[in-house]
DNA sequence: CCATTAAAATAGCGATCCCTATTAAATTGT
DNA sequence: ACAATTTAATAGGGATCGCTATTTTAATGG
Protein backbone atom coordinates (compact mmCIF):
# COMPACT_ATOMS: atom_id res chain seq x y z
CA UNK A 1 0.00 0.00 0.00
CA UNK A 2 1.12 3.61 -0.80
CA UNK A 3 1.70 5.81 1.71
CA UNK A 4 -0.87 8.63 2.02
CA UNK A 5 1.32 11.42 2.11
CA UNK A 6 3.97 10.58 -0.11
CA UNK A 7 0.63 9.82 -2.63
CA UNK A 8 -0.59 13.49 -1.51
CA UNK A 9 3.02 14.94 -2.23
CA UNK A 10 2.96 13.13 -5.84
CA UNK A 11 -0.72 14.44 -6.97
CA UNK A 12 0.18 17.67 -5.49
CA UNK A 13 3.02 17.85 -7.88
CA UNK A 14 1.29 16.87 -10.68
CA UNK A 15 -1.11 19.18 -10.22
CA UNK A 16 0.89 22.02 -9.74
CA UNK A 17 2.62 21.31 -13.43
CA UNK A 18 -0.18 20.71 -15.45
CA UNK A 19 -3.66 21.80 -13.51
CA UNK A 20 -6.91 20.05 -12.51
CA UNK A 21 -7.95 19.69 -16.17
CA UNK A 22 -4.72 18.93 -17.59
CA UNK A 23 -3.85 15.99 -15.00
CA UNK A 24 -5.59 12.06 -15.86
CA UNK A 25 -6.24 10.00 -13.22
CA UNK A 26 -4.23 7.68 -15.57
CA UNK A 27 -1.44 9.87 -14.70
CA UNK A 28 -1.44 10.37 -11.06
CA UNK A 29 -2.40 6.34 -10.37
CA UNK A 30 0.84 5.73 -12.92
CA UNK A 31 3.08 8.52 -10.99
CA UNK A 32 2.11 6.89 -7.58
CA UNK A 33 2.50 3.51 -8.91
CA UNK A 34 -0.83 2.48 -7.62
CA UNK A 35 -3.77 0.84 -9.79
CA UNK A 36 -6.76 2.77 -10.38
CA UNK A 37 -9.43 1.13 -7.08
CA UNK A 38 -6.44 2.09 -4.92
CA UNK A 39 -6.99 5.55 -5.95
CA UNK A 40 -10.67 6.16 -5.23
CA UNK A 41 -10.71 4.10 -1.83
CA UNK A 42 -8.01 6.08 -1.00
CA UNK A 43 -9.05 9.24 -1.91
CA UNK A 44 -12.82 9.64 -3.28
CA UNK A 45 -12.42 10.92 -6.72
CA UNK A 46 -10.24 13.35 -8.39
CA UNK A 47 -12.03 16.65 -7.33
CA UNK A 48 -11.12 15.19 -3.79
CA UNK A 49 -7.94 13.83 -4.31
CA UNK A 50 -7.07 17.69 -5.48
CA UNK A 51 -8.49 19.22 -2.65
CA UNK A 52 -6.38 17.01 -0.12
CA UNK A 53 -3.29 17.65 -2.69
CA UNK A 54 -3.83 21.43 -2.20
CA UNK A 55 -4.74 21.09 1.67
CA UNK A 56 -1.93 19.12 1.98
CA UNK A 57 0.97 21.64 0.29
CA UNK A 58 -0.77 24.19 2.05
CA UNK A 59 -0.41 23.24 5.39
CA UNK A 60 3.37 22.28 4.22
CA UNK A 61 3.92 26.42 3.23
CA UNK A 62 1.42 28.63 4.80
CA UNK A 63 3.30 27.65 8.41
CA UNK A 64 6.30 29.19 7.21
CA UNK A 65 4.30 32.19 5.37
CA UNK A 66 2.20 32.83 8.44
CA UNK A 67 5.31 32.95 10.55
CA UNK A 68 6.49 35.70 8.21
CA UNK A 69 3.13 37.98 8.60
CA UNK A 70 2.19 36.93 11.84
CA UNK A 71 6.09 38.02 13.28
CA UNK A 72 6.89 40.63 15.59
CA UNK A 73 8.42 42.43 12.22
CA UNK A 74 7.19 45.79 10.95
CA UNK A 75 4.21 45.21 8.49
CA UNK A 76 6.44 46.44 5.95
CA UNK A 77 9.09 44.55 6.38
CA UNK A 78 7.17 41.21 6.91
CA UNK A 79 5.10 41.66 3.88
CA UNK A 80 8.59 42.16 2.16
CA UNK A 81 9.45 38.79 2.76
CA UNK A 82 6.16 37.56 2.36
CA UNK A 83 6.12 38.25 -1.13
CA UNK A 84 10.02 37.24 -1.75
CA UNK A 85 9.15 34.15 -0.04
CA UNK A 86 6.16 33.69 -2.65
CA UNK A 87 8.85 34.43 -5.44
CA UNK A 88 11.35 32.19 -4.25
CA UNK A 89 8.28 29.66 -4.56
CA UNK A 90 7.09 30.24 -7.90
CA UNK A 91 10.72 29.76 -9.10
CA UNK A 92 12.16 26.35 -7.04
CA UNK A 93 14.85 24.67 -9.41
CA UNK A 94 13.37 21.16 -10.25
CA UNK A 95 10.08 22.32 -9.10
CA UNK A 96 7.27 23.37 -11.40
CA UNK A 97 6.80 27.21 -11.86
CA UNK A 98 4.54 29.18 -10.78
CA UNK A 99 2.01 28.76 -7.75
CA UNK A 100 -0.06 25.46 -7.29
CA UNK A 101 -2.94 27.52 -6.55
CA UNK A 102 -2.25 31.71 -7.56
CA UNK A 103 -3.18 31.02 -10.94
CA UNK A 104 -5.34 27.82 -11.12
CA UNK A 105 -8.23 26.42 -12.70
CA UNK A 106 -9.11 30.47 -13.90
CA UNK A 107 -10.62 29.02 -17.46
CA UNK A 108 -12.68 26.00 -16.73
CA UNK A 109 -14.93 23.56 -18.19
CA UNK A 110 -18.78 23.64 -16.59
CA UNK A 111 -18.34 20.62 -15.02
CA UNK A 112 -15.52 21.86 -12.85
CA UNK A 113 -17.24 25.10 -11.66
CA UNK A 114 -16.93 23.58 -8.07
CA UNK A 115 -13.09 22.76 -8.46
CA UNK A 116 -12.67 26.46 -9.22
CA UNK A 117 -14.79 27.37 -6.45
CA UNK A 118 -12.23 25.82 -4.00
CA UNK A 119 -9.40 27.61 -5.83
CA UNK A 120 -11.25 30.79 -6.08
CA UNK A 121 -11.83 30.11 -2.03
CA UNK A 122 -8.76 29.75 -1.28
CA UNK A 123 -7.21 32.88 -2.91
CA UNK A 124 -9.39 35.33 -1.41
CA UNK A 125 -8.63 34.01 2.31
CA UNK A 126 -4.80 34.52 1.54
CA UNK A 127 -5.82 37.91 0.65
CA UNK A 128 -8.23 38.06 3.67
CA UNK A 129 -4.66 36.93 6.00
CA UNK A 130 -3.18 40.40 4.14
CA UNK A 131 -6.13 41.88 4.81
CA UNK A 132 -5.89 40.81 8.65
CA UNK A 133 -2.42 41.69 8.75
CA UNK A 134 -3.04 45.50 7.47
CA UNK A 135 -5.59 45.71 9.67
CA UNK A 136 -3.75 44.98 12.49
CA UNK A 137 -0.98 47.26 11.63
CA UNK A 138 -3.97 50.38 11.55
CA UNK A 139 -4.83 49.37 14.69
CA UNK A 140 -1.40 49.40 16.17
CA UNK A 141 -0.43 53.01 14.70
CA UNK A 142 1.62 51.20 11.55
CA UNK A 143 -0.81 52.53 9.30
CA UNK A 144 -2.75 55.73 8.61
CA UNK A 145 -6.63 55.34 10.24
CA UNK A 146 -8.20 55.80 6.61
CA UNK A 147 -6.22 52.97 5.04
CA UNK A 148 -7.79 51.25 2.12
CA UNK A 149 -6.24 48.06 3.54
CA UNK A 150 -9.20 45.27 1.59
CA UNK A 151 -7.59 47.40 -1.75
CA UNK A 152 -4.37 46.84 -0.42
CA UNK A 153 -4.90 43.59 0.54
CA UNK A 154 -5.82 42.42 -3.13
CA UNK A 155 -3.38 44.44 -5.14
CA UNK A 156 -0.41 42.53 -3.20
CA UNK A 157 -2.62 39.73 -4.26
CA UNK A 158 -3.02 40.87 -7.65
CA UNK A 159 1.12 40.98 -7.77
CA UNK A 160 1.17 37.72 -6.18
CA UNK A 161 -1.11 36.13 -9.25
CA UNK A 162 0.92 38.10 -11.78
CA UNK A 163 4.27 36.86 -10.44
CA UNK A 164 2.74 33.10 -10.85
CA UNK A 165 1.71 33.83 -14.50
CA UNK A 166 4.92 35.10 -15.27
CA UNK A 167 6.91 32.32 -13.67
CA UNK A 168 4.76 29.77 -15.25
CA UNK A 169 6.17 31.81 -18.66
CA UNK A 170 9.47 31.13 -17.67
CA UNK A 171 10.38 34.64 -15.69
CA UNK A 172 13.58 34.25 -13.16
CA UNK A 173 13.52 34.70 -9.33
CA UNK A 174 15.20 38.32 -10.29
CA UNK A 175 12.76 38.95 -12.29
CA UNK A 176 10.05 38.75 -10.02
CA UNK A 177 11.99 40.24 -6.88
CA UNK A 178 12.39 43.44 -9.03
CA UNK A 179 8.75 44.11 -9.84
CA UNK A 180 8.15 43.32 -5.62
CA UNK A 181 10.42 45.82 -5.23
CA UNK A 182 8.31 48.32 -7.58
CA UNK A 183 5.16 47.05 -6.28
CA UNK A 184 6.28 48.18 -2.58
CA UNK A 185 6.79 51.51 -3.63
CA UNK A 186 3.15 51.50 -3.62
CA UNK A 187 2.80 51.14 -0.03
CA UNK A 188 1.09 53.86 1.88
CA UNK A 189 3.84 56.64 2.82
CA UNK A 190 6.68 55.29 0.62
CA UNK A 191 9.02 57.56 -1.30
CA UNK B 1 -21.88 27.73 -44.69
CA UNK B 2 -20.82 29.20 -41.48
CA UNK B 3 -19.37 32.85 -42.34
CA UNK B 4 -16.02 32.38 -40.95
CA UNK B 5 -15.77 35.54 -38.94
CA UNK B 6 -18.77 34.46 -36.98
CA UNK B 7 -17.83 31.30 -36.63
CA UNK B 8 -14.15 32.52 -34.99
CA UNK B 9 -16.43 34.77 -32.89
CA UNK B 10 -18.39 32.22 -31.33
CA UNK B 11 -15.02 30.25 -30.71
CA UNK B 12 -13.51 32.80 -29.10
CA UNK B 13 -16.19 33.68 -26.74
CA UNK B 14 -16.03 29.26 -25.53
CA UNK B 15 -12.54 29.46 -25.44
CA UNK B 16 -12.74 32.49 -23.13
CA UNK B 17 -14.68 31.20 -20.74
CA UNK B 18 -13.64 27.84 -20.41
CA UNK B 19 -10.50 28.03 -22.00
CA UNK B 20 -8.47 25.54 -24.23
CA UNK B 21 -8.46 22.40 -21.91
CA UNK B 22 -11.57 22.71 -21.01
CA UNK B 23 -13.15 23.23 -24.60
CA UNK B 24 -14.10 19.96 -26.47
CA UNK B 25 -14.62 20.23 -30.05
CA UNK B 26 -18.18 18.99 -29.53
CA UNK B 27 -18.39 22.21 -27.51
CA UNK B 28 -17.15 24.26 -30.52
CA UNK B 29 -19.34 22.79 -33.40
CA UNK B 30 -22.67 22.60 -31.42
CA UNK B 31 -22.21 26.45 -30.53
CA UNK B 32 -21.26 26.84 -34.02
CA UNK B 33 -23.98 24.94 -35.14
CA UNK B 34 -22.00 22.70 -37.82
CA UNK B 35 -20.98 19.57 -38.04
CA UNK B 36 -17.41 18.25 -37.27
CA UNK B 37 -15.69 18.05 -40.94
CA UNK B 38 -16.66 21.36 -41.62
CA UNK B 39 -14.91 22.91 -38.33
CA UNK B 40 -11.79 20.88 -39.34
CA UNK B 41 -11.98 21.72 -43.28
CA UNK B 42 -12.22 25.37 -42.53
CA UNK B 43 -10.38 25.81 -39.33
CA UNK B 44 -7.61 22.76 -39.40
CA UNK B 45 -8.07 21.21 -36.05
CA UNK B 46 -8.63 22.36 -32.70
CA UNK B 47 -5.29 24.36 -32.09
CA UNK B 48 -5.40 26.21 -35.46
CA UNK B 49 -9.25 27.35 -34.18
CA UNK B 50 -7.57 28.29 -31.26
CA UNK B 51 -4.62 30.02 -32.87
CA UNK B 52 -7.50 31.97 -35.46
CA UNK B 53 -9.92 32.63 -32.97
CA UNK B 54 -7.28 34.65 -30.47
CA UNK B 55 -5.59 36.60 -33.60
CA UNK B 56 -9.20 37.62 -34.32
CA UNK B 57 -9.87 38.78 -31.27
CA UNK B 58 -6.43 40.64 -30.40
CA UNK B 59 -6.71 42.35 -33.85
CA UNK B 60 -11.16 43.31 -32.67
CA UNK B 61 -9.35 44.56 -29.09
CA UNK B 62 -5.99 45.96 -29.93
CA UNK B 63 -6.41 48.48 -32.59
CA UNK B 64 -8.12 50.28 -29.95
CA UNK B 65 -5.79 49.92 -27.32
CA UNK B 66 -2.77 50.42 -29.44
CA UNK B 67 -4.57 53.97 -30.19
CA UNK B 68 -4.88 54.85 -26.55
CA UNK B 69 -1.12 53.75 -25.90
CA UNK B 70 0.74 55.51 -29.21
CA UNK B 71 -1.73 58.58 -28.86
CA UNK B 72 -0.28 61.54 -28.15
CA UNK B 73 -1.15 61.51 -24.13
CA UNK B 74 1.17 61.94 -21.99
CA UNK B 75 2.82 58.62 -20.73
CA UNK B 76 1.18 58.33 -17.35
CA UNK B 77 -2.22 59.01 -18.60
CA UNK B 78 -2.24 57.15 -21.72
CA UNK B 79 -1.21 54.10 -19.60
CA UNK B 80 -3.90 55.20 -16.98
CA UNK B 81 -6.27 54.76 -19.26
CA UNK B 82 -5.51 51.11 -20.88
CA UNK B 83 -5.52 49.44 -17.79
CA UNK B 84 -8.88 51.13 -17.31
CA UNK B 85 -10.10 49.92 -20.78
CA UNK B 86 -8.83 46.49 -19.84
CA UNK B 87 -10.46 46.22 -16.36
CA UNK B 88 -13.96 47.06 -18.64
CA UNK B 89 -12.80 44.44 -20.92
CA UNK B 90 -12.28 41.41 -17.41
CA UNK B 91 -16.07 42.91 -16.09
CA UNK B 92 -18.30 43.34 -19.27
CA UNK B 93 -21.66 42.22 -18.36
CA UNK B 94 -22.64 39.45 -20.42
CA UNK B 95 -19.24 38.16 -21.41
CA UNK B 96 -16.59 35.92 -19.38
CA UNK B 97 -14.98 37.23 -16.92
CA UNK B 98 -11.18 38.22 -17.13
CA UNK B 99 -9.06 38.33 -20.01
CA UNK B 100 -8.86 35.71 -22.97
CA UNK B 101 -5.17 35.81 -22.70
CA UNK B 102 -3.55 37.09 -20.20
CA UNK B 103 -4.51 34.08 -17.51
CA UNK B 104 -4.47 31.52 -20.23
CA UNK B 105 -3.35 28.21 -20.60
CA UNK B 106 -1.10 28.41 -17.40
CA UNK B 107 -0.95 25.38 -16.29
CA UNK B 108 -1.44 22.42 -19.21
CA UNK B 109 -0.79 19.36 -19.87
CA UNK B 110 2.33 18.09 -21.66
CA UNK B 111 0.62 17.28 -25.02
CA UNK B 112 -0.47 21.24 -24.79
CA UNK B 113 2.75 22.92 -24.93
CA UNK B 114 2.77 24.19 -28.12
CA UNK B 115 -0.35 26.24 -27.16
CA UNK B 116 0.84 27.29 -23.79
CA UNK B 117 4.21 28.81 -25.75
CA UNK B 118 1.44 30.95 -27.79
CA UNK B 119 -0.42 32.64 -25.31
CA UNK B 120 2.79 32.85 -23.61
CA UNK B 121 4.02 34.99 -26.64
CA UNK B 122 1.14 37.01 -26.76
CA UNK B 123 1.49 38.19 -22.87
CA UNK B 124 4.95 38.80 -23.32
CA UNK B 125 4.49 41.04 -26.89
CA UNK B 126 1.73 42.83 -24.83
CA UNK B 127 4.57 44.06 -22.21
CA UNK B 128 6.93 44.47 -24.94
CA UNK B 129 4.61 47.06 -26.67
CA UNK B 130 4.39 48.27 -23.09
CA UNK B 131 8.01 49.30 -22.69
CA UNK B 132 8.46 50.32 -26.11
CA UNK B 133 5.69 52.86 -24.82
CA UNK B 134 8.28 53.43 -21.66
CA UNK B 135 11.07 53.64 -24.04
CA UNK B 136 9.68 56.51 -26.06
CA UNK B 137 8.52 58.19 -22.71
CA UNK B 138 12.43 58.15 -21.80
CA UNK B 139 13.54 59.80 -25.13
CA UNK B 140 11.23 62.25 -25.15
CA UNK B 141 11.97 63.29 -21.54
CA UNK B 142 8.94 62.34 -19.93
CA UNK B 143 10.46 59.93 -17.77
CA UNK B 144 13.98 59.98 -16.26
CA UNK B 145 16.91 58.16 -18.69
CA UNK B 146 17.61 55.30 -15.83
CA UNK B 147 14.02 54.39 -15.90
CA UNK B 148 13.97 50.23 -15.76
CA UNK B 149 11.09 50.48 -18.61
CA UNK B 150 11.38 46.34 -19.17
CA UNK B 151 10.65 45.95 -14.53
CA UNK B 152 8.39 49.17 -15.22
CA UNK B 153 6.32 47.13 -18.01
CA UNK B 154 6.43 43.64 -16.26
CA UNK B 155 4.99 45.03 -13.22
CA UNK B 156 2.03 46.53 -15.03
CA UNK B 157 1.62 43.33 -16.67
CA UNK B 158 1.55 41.14 -13.23
CA UNK B 159 -1.42 43.95 -12.82
CA UNK B 160 -3.04 43.33 -16.23
CA UNK B 161 -2.88 39.82 -15.12
CA UNK B 162 -3.71 39.70 -11.70
CA UNK B 163 -7.00 41.71 -12.69
CA UNK B 164 -7.55 38.90 -14.87
CA UNK B 165 -7.24 36.41 -12.17
CA UNK B 166 -9.38 38.30 -10.02
CA UNK B 167 -11.85 38.94 -12.50
CA UNK B 168 -12.52 34.94 -12.82
CA UNK B 169 -12.87 34.91 -9.41
CA UNK B 170 -15.63 37.53 -9.57
CA UNK B 171 -14.11 41.13 -8.87
CA UNK B 172 -16.13 43.86 -10.05
CA UNK B 173 -14.95 46.90 -12.00
CA UNK B 174 -14.82 49.38 -9.28
CA UNK B 175 -12.54 46.63 -7.29
CA UNK B 176 -9.74 46.31 -10.25
CA UNK B 177 -9.99 50.17 -10.57
CA UNK B 178 -8.72 50.46 -7.36
CA UNK B 179 -6.26 47.95 -8.09
CA UNK B 180 -5.21 50.40 -11.20
CA UNK B 181 -5.19 53.40 -8.88
CA UNK B 182 -2.64 51.60 -6.13
CA UNK B 183 -0.75 50.43 -9.42
CA UNK B 184 -0.24 53.51 -10.47
CA UNK B 185 1.03 55.19 -7.22
CA UNK B 186 4.30 52.97 -8.16
CA UNK B 187 5.06 55.32 -11.21
CA UNK B 188 7.90 57.17 -11.27
CA UNK B 189 8.16 60.02 -9.73
CA UNK B 190 4.37 59.77 -8.35
CA UNK B 191 3.46 60.62 -5.10
C1' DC C 1 -33.23 17.14 -67.24
C1' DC C 2 -29.34 14.94 -66.31
C1' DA C 3 -24.33 14.79 -65.09
C1' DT C 4 -20.83 16.76 -62.53
C1' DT C 5 -19.03 19.18 -58.80
C1' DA C 6 -19.27 21.01 -54.22
C1' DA C 7 -21.07 21.04 -49.64
C1' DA C 8 -22.91 19.02 -45.42
C1' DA C 9 -24.44 15.31 -42.48
C1' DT C 10 -23.90 10.65 -40.71
C1' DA C 11 -21.36 7.40 -38.65
C1' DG C 12 -17.59 5.94 -36.42
C1' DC C 13 -12.26 5.55 -35.94
C1' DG C 14 -8.80 4.61 -32.06
C1' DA C 15 -7.69 6.65 -27.87
C1' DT C 16 -8.61 8.33 -23.51
C1' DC C 17 -11.72 10.18 -19.92
C1' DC C 18 -13.26 9.04 -14.73
C1' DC C 19 -14.60 5.37 -12.28
C1' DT C 20 -15.89 0.45 -10.55
C1' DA C 21 -17.32 -4.64 -10.49
C1' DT C 22 -14.91 -8.59 -10.22
C1' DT C 23 -11.06 -11.52 -9.70
C1' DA C 24 -6.59 -12.63 -7.74
C1' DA C 25 -3.15 -12.22 -4.15
C1' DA C 26 -1.60 -11.41 0.33
C1' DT C 27 -2.38 -10.99 5.13
C1' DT C 28 -4.49 -12.12 9.38
C1' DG C 29 -6.67 -14.96 13.10
C1' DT C 30 -7.35 -19.34 15.08
C1' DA D 1 -2.14 -25.21 8.18
C1' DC D 2 -6.58 -23.66 7.01
C1' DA D 3 -10.28 -20.30 6.82
C1' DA D 4 -11.58 -15.49 7.03
C1' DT D 5 -10.61 -10.99 5.92
C1' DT D 6 -8.26 -7.41 3.78
C1' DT D 7 -5.61 -5.51 -0.02
C1' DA D 8 -4.16 -5.11 -4.73
C1' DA D 9 -4.49 -6.03 -9.69
C1' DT D 10 -7.12 -6.99 -13.85
C1' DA D 11 -10.44 -5.91 -16.84
C1' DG D 12 -13.71 -3.15 -18.58
C1' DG D 13 -18.18 0.13 -18.59
C1' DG D 14 -20.12 4.14 -20.41
C1' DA D 15 -18.92 8.34 -22.02
C1' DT D 16 -16.20 11.60 -24.44
C1' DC D 17 -11.78 13.02 -26.60
C1' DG D 18 -9.90 15.01 -31.37
C1' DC D 19 -10.51 13.81 -35.89
C1' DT D 20 -11.95 11.66 -40.57
C1' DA D 21 -13.79 8.24 -44.27
C1' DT D 22 -17.91 7.74 -46.30
C1' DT D 23 -22.36 8.75 -47.62
C1' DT D 24 -25.99 11.79 -48.50
C1' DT D 25 -27.67 16.17 -49.90
C1' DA D 26 -27.41 20.38 -52.44
C1' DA D 27 -25.82 23.39 -55.94
C1' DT D 28 -23.95 24.16 -60.51
C1' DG D 29 -23.18 23.54 -65.61
C1' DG D 30 -24.37 22.01 -70.16
Redesign the pocket.
Known sequence: ??DRDVGLDIAARLFWERGY?G?????LTKAM??????????FG???E?YRQALDFSIARENSRRSDILQSGLPVYEALSRYLYDIADGDTQPGKPPGCMVSTAVLQH?EENASVARMTAALREASMQTLKARFDRAVEEGELPAQTDTDTLARFYGAIIQGMSAQACDGACNALLKRLIDLALTAWPGKR
Open positions: MLETSTADGINPPTLYSTSKELA
